[in-house]
């Protein structure tokens, strides 16, 4: 059956729970539990129920605020709800309308008129009545007004349910009438059987007259015969009859106790409260402790006391009133009392010692006896409840589902031996682990456990280590993950020192040749500066429209490309800190292409530019970026031997605001997957060797990170590589930079 077709009974009682459960389980419905009203609407989120049946009065959300969450919810508000309530108040009533409730069941309620609500509720068809216009009316409850907001049909199918529930209970008033008629009728019947029968007793009462003697005889055998003492005294407390089993118990012969006083057997403290209850028979014809057993002393013929258990009864002769009594020597039994008392003790003077507290629990009744378990938990005798709900309510709301589940299992006979671990509120408010063990002593003949009994035990402190041992664990785990980090670490920085002594022995190589490069460029410097001053001036002195003025101004062009050229070799040969600044992106790229101009052309390389206008300016060190743009540039050129195309795409990041993204793309012969997992590696290279120090790439993946970026390589074999830059912009960023113009050197 899907879950369209379940119940939800919501009630915090699990006695009640459990009851409601099989009544409509064994009719075919399938029922799911909740707690409380917040429960049920936790539940109601997964699993939507075809009806709902709840208890009023539940901790945290009652059942009038389970009900009207539920029906302002657009998606529950269809599911039919049907309160348990003594409905002994019109409160009820009018709270339920308040609700939106659709029925009610009184408690306590009939079985079967529970479930054929429950059928017509199941029945009914789903109506529009959370769309009708709520009215707003006044009604006198207590001789006090109450506005009340209801809708229609919802006010009429409450009241009918009210109503229902009325004439229910006048129908069951009416059988029980009809019951009591059919029982006055049979008493009369037996009256009158009564009335025939005493006339057939007088007459059998001569017979019996007869037969007395007789029975008189019988009885002195039985008497004669019994294992107990039998003793007889008259209204004024003389013995007059006495069997064999009282000469044996208290040493007296019949001769010497016939006529004596009773209390020649009772000892001395007993005899003054004898007389007295003595002297209050003969007035009143009876004892007020006739037919009821007593523990007192006896006393034997040669004075020694002894426990005996005595049974009295009175009647009344043509003589007075007269007493017999049962005695029965418990010696042995008090002994064995004693025994058995001792042991209970050392018993629980073991399970003291262990924490062990013993339970009984009365299932029908719910009396629930854990005095001991109550004691650990700080409680005295006077502030703990002989109940179930007692203990329930200590129960930690985590472990409660867990420890009704365990049980459900063990009274439906699942399993042989209860056992749960749970946590419960000790006095002083802290939470005490325990575990309780128990079973189902008795059972009734259809399986229903009626008694349960078993221990519980406080392994707060077994819970306390656990909890400690594990911390220990855990830290002894991390610790030798750190050691073995550690280890590779050290082992990686031993890779790296060897990987940094060659990398310093070819940055010393690559200084030398920056050296070598910034004086040359200083000497080209002042011959460039002689050949632009000496152009500038013929340029002044011949007219505009003399045929050498344009063939000048070529020169002129040249010499001043030439001069940007040195200075941007200059600037990337010197020595330098890092100094941060703002740069233009587009214009870094535009200046480190100049300086390879005549290298990519050489190699037949054509460069195609997709750079984004109005860029936001960056926040980088310019030789560095210019560095990473040069090394880039060239790496692409020597993926195309046989020429190509390089890309230069820049623009902003639309779904990462306030950063930019540089692409430099080639249509080369691109990298396989496994050569482009080392690419980032220091000193590896696919160049031939003495061509490339494999430096380059992670050079600048550095400068790149240092500057808040990244750095991203994507390649396909013969079709080419792409290498993806993201920086942030100069407005994402905080601090004090420095401007810088242009970097230019002349």
Known sequence: MSSNSEILVVEDSPLQAQILRRLLEGSGYHVALAANGKEALSRLRSSTPRLIISDILMPEMDGYELCAAVKKDDSLSRIPILLLT????????????????????????????????????????????????????????????????????????????????????????????????????QLEEKVKERTDHLVAEIADRQRAEEDLQDSYERFRSVVETAHDPVIGADSFGNIVMWNSAATQTFGYSTEEAMGQPVTIIMPERFRQMHERAVDRARETGSLYFAKHVREVAGRRKDGAEFPVEVSISAWKGREGVFFTGIVRDITERKRAEEAQREAQQRLELVMQGADLGPWDWDLPTGQLVVPRTAQLLGYSPEESEKTARFLEDLIHPDDRPSLQRTLSAHLEGETDLFEHEHRLRAKSGEWRWFLMRGKVLVRSDDGKPLRMAGTCLDITPRKKAEESLRTMSESLLERNEQLTALTAELRQKSEEMQQMTQQLWQTAKLATIGELAASIAHELNNPLATVSLRTEGLLAKIPSDDPSHRSLEVLAQETERMANLVANLLQFSRRYRQQVSTVNVNEEIGKTLELIHGHLRNHRIAVEHELAPGLPMIHVDRQQLRQVFLNLFTNASDAMPNGGTLTIRTDLIETQPGFVRIEVSDTGVGIDDETLGKVMEPFFTTKPEGKGTGLGLPICRRIVQEHGGTLDIASEVAKGTTVAIVLPTAGALSGNFIVDTGGDLT
């Open 86 to 185: 003594t409905l002994t108040d019109p409160e009820d009533v009018i709270r339920g309308l308040e609700a939106r409730a659709d029925g009610y069941l009184t408690k306590p309620f009939d079985p079967d008129y529970l479930l054929s609500k429950v059928r017509s509720a199941l029945a009914a068809p789903g109506n529009g009545r959370n769309r009708e216009v709520p009215l707003e009316f006044t009604v006198a409850v207590g001789g006090k007004s109450r506005a009340v907001s209801a809708a229609p049909r919802n006010f009429f199918d409450l009241i009918l349910s009210a109503y229902e529930n009325t004439v229910h209970t006048n129908q069951s008033l009416l059988k029980v009438r009809m019951e009591l008629e059919e029982l006055n009728r």
